[in-house]
């Protein structure tokens, strides 16, 4: 080290302390104010081109996976993911390789470590790729319970039910209509759902058909379904970039001011909902609907950013209106939980509408009272998917309204042919 060589500072070499430079107010002033925005940006349109797609590496196919016997015996094994599981969450894949491992106990051995994913610790949500080697500790498997029980076969009113519901189809992927009331996937006490349907129907369509997405159980509207793993994992990369383009219809009640706007909020689980929801309910104990989701702080434990762009289409002031909603992100009960956050649940919600005070003017004033005629059923409706199809071109998917949501429009003279102005609104 040269002694001689002056030492580098922040300071001048004079050691004087010198203040910061003042901004030139006189630029600024100059300028003009910002003319104002209108409230929706017309979007973009997408690239024509894009960069092709390397085809990936090929793989080391997934060895079979061991029996009860040998899980019990404590073996511990390493699987190989495959290239048609590429992108699917971990406790998905550990359905497909162990459908007799209950939720529970997967969460479980993963908060212990005990899953690994490339020697690193992983949750139930996680992604994972082609390639990948997961280490699979003894499992707890439950053999005997009748709901992990796979259908031998779908019957004739099954297939039959889902041709008469099916939007579109090809090859790879169908889009169908869901109807009011029917769940898209099992829990406690439904015997009937989409998923079970599907699962009955894998032998007729080829490779078992997955889910891409999802919808309420009382949400009406467009489900897309891939008929392969391949398929499945493109389609839920489009979705988790927010390439796909949803808008749904709701009637709510009263009339939004402005009838065009923005909703922002953080949104976080209830107490009972989610896979973690035993370790959340003693903190949320009395804080209101377990089951619903709530509004939350940035920060907050489970609290995630929620956006949703609505528009006015039609009303009848002051009882009700016609919204088009576009949610950017895809949060658990959002339009739901946005309506009710803005002052105008959605009709016919059983969760999220009803928690009017007493001297609330829709319970008052007879001018704003939702007519009987309305029937009370969720009026929300999965109206139109657009996403790039992996296959080639564009999807563009439009459902007809359920027969509860007709009969409302039909009585308040609600054209579907109107302008909708949600198309305006921007992606993001």
């Not at 996680?126 to 005997?144: C, E, F, Q, S, T």
């Not at 997955?210 to 467009?222: I, K, Q, Y």
Request: aromatic share 4%; charged share 30%; with cysteine.
């Amino acid at each position: 080290m040269n002694p001689n060589k002056p030492k580098r500072s922040g300071r001048p070499a004079t050691g004087k302390a010198t203040s910061a430079r003042k901004p030139d107010t006189k630029k600024f002033a100059a300028k003009k104010p910002a003319a104002k925005r209108p409230a929706f940006k017309k979007p973009r349109r997408p690239e024509a081109e894009q960069a092709p797609v390397k085809a990936p590496a090929a793989v080391e196919p997934a060895p079979i996976a061991l029996t009860p016997d040998e899980q019990a015996a404590g073996v511990v094994q390493t699987l190989i993911v495959t290239q048609d599981e590429d992108g699917m969450r971990l406790d998905r894949w550990f359905r497909r390789h162990f459908p007799a491992l209950g939720l529970s106990h997967l969460n479980k051995i993963c908060r212990k470590g005990e899953v690994r994913l490339e020697g690193k610790r992983v949750e139930g949500s996680d992604r994972i790729a082609a390639g990948n080697a997961v280490r699979v500790p003894p499992l707890k498997l439950d053999v005997a319970s009748p709901a992990v029980k796979r259908p031998v076969a779908g019957s004739a009113q099954d297939s039959a039910f889902i041709r008469e519901i099916t939007l579109f189809e090809d090859r790879k992927l169908m889009v169908i209509n869901k109807p009011w009331g029917l769940a898209v996937q099992g829990g406690s006490g439904t015997t009937r759902h989409i998923d079970g349907i599907l699962q009955g129907m894998a032998e007729e369509m080829g490779e078992r058909p997955v889910l891409v997405h999802r919808l309420d159980r009382d949400t009406s509207g467009v489900l897309l379904i891939a008929k392969t793993r391949r398929m499945a994992a493109d389609l839920g990369e489009i979705f988790r970039s927010r390439q796909a383009r949803k808008i749904y219809w709701a009637v709510v009640e009263g009339v939004p001011k402005p009838p065009q706007g923005r909703i922002s909020l953080f949104l976080a689980k209830g107490a009972a909902m989610g896979d973690d929801r035993g370790a959340r309910r003693p903190a949320y104990a009395g804080g209101g609907d377990p089951e619903k989701m709530r509004i939350a702080k940035h920060g907050e434990h489970d609290a995630q950013h929620s956006l949703t762009y609505y528009a006015t289409v039609d009303k009848v002031a002051p009882r009700l209106a016609w919204l088009s909603m576009k949610p950017v992100t895809g949060r658990t009960h959002q339009l739901r939980a946005h309506a009710e956050a803005i002052g105008h649940p959605i009709i016919g919600d059983p969760k999220y509408h009803g928690n009017m005070a007493a001297n609330d003017p829709r319970r008052t004033d007879p001018l704003r009272a939702i007519p009987a005629g309305v029937e009370s059923k969720l009026h929300l409706l999965a109206r139109r998917l657009i996403i790039p199809n992996p296959s080639g071109g564009t999807l563009d998917v439009v459902a007809p309204l359920p027969p509860h949501m007709k009969r409302t429009f039909d009585m308040f003279g609600f054209d579907i042919a109107q302008y909708d102005p949600i198309m305006d609104a921007p992606e993001e």
